[in-house]
């Protein structure tokens, strides 16, 4: 089962009543463990969500302006340090690929994979290797660190075992000269993070095109490859409009109807529970991922495996949207194989003491409930995705 795999473990994470200034997290200097949450115990809050909360945490009418002056490193220089350490001379030594993936995943619009890619050819560029081994072996130190930074991010770690796969996975390597070989790897990398930088526009494309006019769509979190699917619809003159559930605790979806309403689509905000309530009214609904599994199936933000069973009771067509990147080699059996990503909770009034609350922050949702997935692979029914795994990974 997937809760058994060595890869995805509990997050060893902060205390999150710590200070909000406590988000940067060292391993080394923070070494808590956390084996399981119980009454009284505080929940070890996944980085992910650590993430959104100092991108997205205050809805206000700057908050897109704050996430971009957040994606200036802590020197205040927008330059990558992988070209710092290049610029100064100091190579490998200079380089960390925690500091170049935290610069690259701070950006607003750049998604935890493609960071983790970016900074993943950095080590190619900073290395200071004479061997492919040698080279091999610090690209695979370099992504099991990545991959523990969040163990419970399925995205992360597709993103860097795809990577991995992409650019060492000819035998060619093997009789070239080594700075031919390096020369190759880096040039692999490069064209992989654009692949992955242009994955949204292409699924945007694809996307738009089962929208049709006087549609009512109904969403549920804050994917931003749902939403450039829905903002090129309305750039191409359609018209419809969108359902937001509220995505509390996240507040995901008062986001989401900002971001729509400032491009002019007719928005509606809903209660989480009023899903059933307004479902007759809709004629698609559209989900983004955290992750797509061998099944078919999705891993996305709690809520989603509900409301795709109401939809699918009632015969309303579910889509998906979610880069390749995002396609993970899992099988997970039902809601009790998730290893937990835990998020905080509020309530907004005091919890009864011996109360427990429920933290998890996503669910699972079988491919039987799913119509189609919209990838920069093509359309996808959730049948296709272990034959699409099998090309992407082979």
Known sequence: ?????????????????????????????????????????PPVISAYYQTRTEHHAVVTSDW?????????????????????AVAAGTGRKGFRVTDEFNYWRKKPDLAEAVAAIMALSSVIKCSEAT?????????????????????????????????????????????????????????????FGEISLKARKAIALLGQDFIFEGCTILVHGFS???????????ENGKLFRVLCTEGRPDRTGLRFSKELASIGVSVKLLIDCAVAYTMD????????????????????????????????????????????????????????????????????????????????????????YLTLLFTELGVLTPSVVSDELIQLYL
């Not at 902060?14 to 988000?23: G, K």
């Not at 067509?317 to 909770?345: C, G, H, M, N, W």
């Open 131 to 191: 061997t492919m081994m040698e080279l091999e072996g610090e690209l695979k130190e370099a992504s099991n660190s990545l991959k523990a930074w969040d163990a419970t991010s399925i995205s992360l770690t597709a993103g860097c075992d795809l990577f991995m796969r992409y650019v060492t996975r000819t035998s060619a390597l093997e009789y070239e000269n080594f700075e031919s070989a390096k020369s190759r790897l880096m040039d692999r990398g490069e064209k």
């Open 1 to 41: 089962m997937w809760r058994r795999s060595a890869s995805f473990v509990v997050d060893n994470r902060i205390d999150p009543l710590s200070p909000s200034d406590s988000t940067t997290f060292d391993q080394e200097q923070n070494p808590i463990t956390h084996e399981g949450i119980g009454i009284g115990i």
């Open 64 to 84: 897109l302006a704050q996430s971009q002056k957040a994606a200036v490193d802590g020197t205040g220089m927008e330059t990558p340090p992988a070209e710092r």
């Open 281 to 368: 009214e809709v004629d698609m609904v559209f989900f983004g991922a955290d992750g797509v599994v061998e099944s078919g199936g999705i891993i996305n933000m709690m809520g989603t495996y509900q409301i795709a069973l109401v939809a699918h009771s009632m015969n309303k067509p579910v889509y998906v949207a979610a880069e390749s990147y995002k396609f993970a080699r899992l099988f997970p059996l039902d809601q009790k194989d998730l290893t937990p990503a835990l998020r905080p909770i509020d309530f907004g009034v005091p919890i009864p003491s011996g109360v427990e609350v429920e933290t998890s922050a996503r669910d699972y949702t079988p491919p039987k």
């Open 224 to 234: 931003r490859v749902v939403l450039e699917v829905l903002k090129l619809a309305a």
